[in-house]
């Protein structure tokens, strides 16, 4: 019978930072809004940012000094509430996820943060912010066992698990990035768009607050510089940005690194923050292997995890990147290593030379509109647009020549491209339902379109693949009617 233990005390300041990041807002609303304000007296804005700092401090103490966990009679249990008294009770062999993550304040105590995940939940069942790791090590040494039904007296090893000196197994690496894949990841990862999506999105949410006005007008002389200095400016921003999205790439993925045990993969990454993912294998529904624009040319691709599992609140656990930057042709052998029920080698049956038409017939409707209202509204520079039609039969072209299907053994391929190509694997005994739909243009040409789904997260991962041949779609129904029903529509 183990006793209640409770966090480390510097989980009294996660919990404060945590209610500051939720109160954002009201915060900001407190310090700006009354300045703004005449006839309110001074004293009432730093009186209200007190209480509200005070009651945060309280209340986070009174958070962690009521919160205890402990293990007992073959359950993770936790008890918690400041007002009201909750009692949590998770059963072990219901846990299938264990996520052991280092931020910035835990590697500073050498402390760690522990999320222990139920399959089907959307949120995290269990949250232990700030414990040692050599609790966390046996919390999860404990769980493994408990689940593989190793315990011939689980009393005794629960006493031994808590009090005891733990024998920690090492699992071997079987996949690590390098320095030089890690870089040249984060240089064609495309993050400098989120960085720049980010900071618009910042600057929306804050443009009252902004100096706009003011720096117009300094921008007005500024503009007079002339156009060189201008675009020299610009391309120095965006090599700023790239710069450091690419940074955060390597700091995010550094020491990624992939270990396998008999019943789990653990994957660990970070420089700052420090996570460890363990995922049972027997979870893992399917993978997805994506080639972005600049990766596919040189042979390189970015392999994830479809599994049953994950947390709405940490979007990161929905997306388990297996192999952030690997060479396509290595990709057999490694994925033999780490996952042999999903090895393949990726080749694909196209699709019919007769479906070319329709792809260029789908983006075309969907440009040429485009071009008409950009050439009439802005001519004559918006004859410019005319541009975008070469640029359309370069992309519909890509997209028919990307698109394909394959069988190998219990395994179904599908594979297409919106920007970048996917390519989704999946066993059959994994897929959730598979769908053929047949529109009037397509029977004309005897095609289909086939999607598949599996689970993935909360959600679902869907596969799609457009102007399949129909014959190929019998071939495929065939494999998979015996083990399932199909959705003919």
Same mark, same amino acid.
């Given at each position: 019978m183990s006793e209640p233990k409770r966090l480390h005390p510097i989980a009294v300041l996660l919990n404060i930072l945590k209610s500051i990041k939720e109160l954002v807002l009201p915060f900001m609303l407190v310090i700006f809004i009354p300045g703004r304000n005449e006839g309110i007296p001074g004293w009432v804005q730093p009186l209200a940012v007190s209480i509200i700092v005070l009651f945060l401090i309280v209340r986070a103490f009174l958070q962690w000094l009521r919160f205890t966990y402990r293990i007992e009679d073959g359950e993770f249990r936790i008890e918690s509430g400041v007002f009201v008294r909750k009692k949590r009770y998770i059963k072990l062999d219901r846990i299938h996820s264990i996520d052991i993550s280092e931020g910035i304040i835990q590697q500073m105590f050498r402390l760690v943060k522990v999320n222990i995940e139920t399959a089907g939940?959307?949120?995290?069942?269990?949250?232990?912010?700030?414990?040692?790791?050599?609790?966390?090590?046996?919390?999860?040494?404990?769980?493994?066992?408990?689940?593989?039904?190793?315990?011939?007296?689980?009393s005794g090893m629960e006493q031994e698990g808590w009090a005891g000196k733990e024998e920690t197994m090492i699992a071997p690496s079987v996949y690590k990035q390098t320095l030089p894949q890690l870089v040249f990841m984060a240089a064609t990862s495309g993050a400098v768009g989120v960085?720049?999506?980010?900071?618009?999105?910042?600057?929306?949410?804050?443009?009252?607050?902004?100096?706009?006005?003011?720096?117009?007008?300094?921008?007005?002389?500024?503009?007079?510089?002339?156009?060189?200095? $201008?675009?020299?400016?610009?391309?120095?921003? $965006?090599?700023?940005?790239?710069?450091?999205?690419? $940074?955060?790439?390597?700091?995010?993925?550094?020491?990624?690194?992939?270990?396998?045990?008999?019943?789990?993969?653990?994957?660990?990454?970070?420089?700052?923050?420090k996570r460890q993912l363990t995922i049972p294998v027997h979870k893992i529904q399917g993978i997805r292997?994506?080639?972005?624009?600049?990766?596919?040319?040189?042979?390189?691709?970015?392999?994830?995890?479809?599994?049953?599992?994950?947390?709405?609140?940490?979007?990161?656990?929905?997306?388990?990147?297996?192999?952030?930057?690997?060479?396509?042709?290595?990709?057999?052998?490694?994925?033999?290593?780490?996952?042999?029920?999903?090895?393949?080698?990726?080749?694909?049956?196209?699709?019919?030379?007769?479906?070319?038409?329709?792809?260029?017939?789908?983006?075309?409707?969907?440009?040429?509109?485009?071009?008409?209202? $950009?050439?009439?509204?802005?001519?004559?520079?918006?004859?410019?647009?005319?541009?975008?039609?070469?640029?359309?039969?370069l992309w519909a072209y890509m997209q028919y020549r990307d698109a394909g299907w394959n069988i190998d053994g219990d395994l179904l391929l599908l594979s297409s491209r919106l920007f970048s190509k996917q390519t989704l694997i999946m066993q059959r005994s994994r897929i959730q339902s598979i769908s053929f739909k047949r529109s009037w243009f397509q029977s004309r040409k005897e095609l289909a379109t086939i999607s598949a789904s599996i689970k993935s997260g909360v959600h679902s991962r869907v596969g799609v693949v457009t102007d399949v041949a129909e014959n190929d779609c019998q071939a495929i129904e065939s494999w998979y009617v015996p083990k399932k029903a199909v959705d003919t529509q």
């Open positions: 939940g959307t949120q995290a069942d269990a949250v232990l912010s700030a414990i040692n790791k050599s609790d966390a090590e046996r919390i999860n040494a404990f769980i493994s066992v408990e689940k593989n039904n190793k315990v011939c007296d689980p960085f720049l999506s980010g900071a618009i999105a910042f600057i929306s949410q804050f443009d009252e607050i902004i100096p706009f006005g003011r720096i117009f007008k300094n921008y007005e002389d500024f503009i007079g510089m002339g156009t060189v200095i $201008l675009t020299s400016f610009a391309i120095t921003g $965006l090599l700023a940005v790239y710069v450091l999205a690419t $940074l955060s790439m390597v700091i995010k993925y550094a020491s990624f690194t992939v270990m396998k045990t008999e019943e789990e993969l653990i994957i660990s990454r970070g420089l700052l923050e292997i994506i080639e972005n624009l600049v990766r596919k040319p040189l042979g390189f691709a970015t392999v994830y995890l479809e599994y049953a599992g994950g947390s709405v609140e940490d979007k990161e656990s929905l997306t388990i990147m297996l192999f952030p930057f690997i060479k396509k042709k290595h990709l057999h052998g490694t994925l033999g290593e780490i996952l042999p029920d999903y090895q393949t080698m990726t080749e694909m049956t196209p699709i019919p030379k007769r479906a070319l038409s329709r792809y260029f017939f789908r983006k075309a409707a969907f440009i040429i509109p485009i071009i008409g209202v $950009l050439s009439w509204v802005f001519r004559p520079w918006g004859f410019l647009s005319l541009l975008l039609l070469p640029l359309g039969i």
